[in-house]
């Protein structure tokens, strides 16, 4: 057995949930390997630790404020008015859903539609480039 197998079963084997097969293997390849041992008394040392932590005493009357809070019924909130009818709600939801889902398709068809010029058309030349460089420059030294 692999290591990285036998540390993935030393949680259930701890608890005694293996068959008695895997229980074998794991138990030898536990006399074999010392890492794997060594993190099975981790696990053994961290049970005892979680074991020996005492619980908090629960407040007087915590049972009947659990049962009280339960039984009341909680305050509904709807973005939709109240003096509007029952059945017009879930169509104007299944409309509204759908006019978001064409809004949203026509927005992405629009995204990743082709540039309408070519890329050649958006290519300059290194003249036309320096042209312009030099244009900016007259106009940020006030050379024109």
Known sequence: MECKRCLSLLGEYKDGELDTETTSMLKSHLEACPLCLAELRSINALSEIIASVKSPPVPDGFEDNVIRAMSKSAPRFSFIPSFMPVFF?????????L?????????????????????AQLLISDAELRDFDG?????FYGDI
């Open 89 to 97: 709600h879930r169509p104007v939801m299944a409309l509204s859903a």
């Open 135 to 139: 244009e900016v420059m007259d106009i």
């Open 99 to 119: 006019a978001l889902l064409l809004a949203g398709g026509f927005f992405y068809s629009r995204q990743n539609s082709p540039p309408e010029e070519s890329y």
